[in-house]
């Protein structure tokens, strides 16, 4: 199958300061990609879906100005957390899809806010 | 967007078949359902994705009735690597809208 590939897979920041995650289709171009954050113990839950060139779209709840999310390519989206804090902690993931009904998801960032 | 439903746990031995049921009563015409692995702290892993009757690989078997309503994923002697959370998802075919994770199934698998 197809490779995303995510860096980097784990983080420790101060409060405070930013951290960007970068997600990778390694093989393919991904017309559409996803970024997922998941608690212990929880399922993931989808924070927005963004196409190549266009603005990210947002779940409900998921403050845009603080998760910026840049696809600025076919293979290549990033996720910058700004002014993390604490409870921003936890496993972030993103996925990419190649315009099928299938989606390839990378390995995970432990994301440690201190 | 379809919502899925699955049992929260399931326990098994190794070398059992484990059968994993969701349900999607809402499902539409144009999805299709798609089973993921995931492992504490990776993300989640492609298993296998069908439209309708019966689809096998190198994996699994999934099937899904007539009505479409439910599916059921099938593990064939499962070994203590296969302990996991198991995700049914509904996808669409003309994009990933209903990419929604339900709450999945943990399978714990014992010697």
């Known amino acids: 199958g197809a490779v995303v590939s995510q860096h980097p897979s784990w983080v420790i920041c101060k409060s405070g300061t930013s951290v960007k995650i970068e997600c990778r289709s390694l093989?393919?171009?991904?017309?559409?990609m996803f970024w997922y954050r998941q608690f212990p113990k929880q399922s993931l839950m989808l924070m927005a879906t963004?196409?190549?060139?266009?603005?990210?779209?947002?779940e409900q709840g998921v403050e845009k100005d603080k998760f910026l999310i840049n696809h600025a390519s076919l293979t290549l989206s990033t996720l910058t957390v700004t002014s993390a804090h604490p409870e921003d902690s936890s496993f972030y993931i993103c996925?990419?899809?190649?315009?099928?009904?299938?989606?390839?998801f990378g390995q995970g960032t432990r994301l440690t806010v201190v | 967007l379809a919502k899925t439903t699955q049992p929260i746990s399931m326990d098994s031995y190794e070398g059992q078949e484990v059968n994993i049921t969701c349900s999607h009563n809402?499902?539409?015409?144009?999805?299709?359902i798609t089973w993921y692995q995931q492992f504490p702290s990776q993300g989640p892993r492609f298993i296998i994705q069908?439209?309708?009757t019966k689809v096998t690989n190198e994996v699994a078997s999934l099937f899904i009735p007539a009505d479409r309503k439910s599916s059921t994923l099938s593990l064939p002697r499962v070994s203590l690597s296969d302990t996991a959370v198991y995700y049914c998802?509904?996808?669409?075919?003309?994009?990933?809208?209903?990419?929604?994770f339900g709450k999945g199934t943990m399978l714990l698998v014992s010697p």
């Open positions: 996925s990419a899809g190649q315009g099928g009904t299938e989606a390839f």
């Open positions: 093989d393919f171009q991904a017309t559409t």
């Open positions: 963004s196409n190549e060139g266009s603005k990210a779209t947002y």
């Open positions: 809402n499902i539409a015409t144009n999805d299709y």
């Open positions: 069908g439209y309708k």
């Open positions: 998802l509904v996808t669409g075919d003309s994009g990933y809208s209903t990419l929604t």
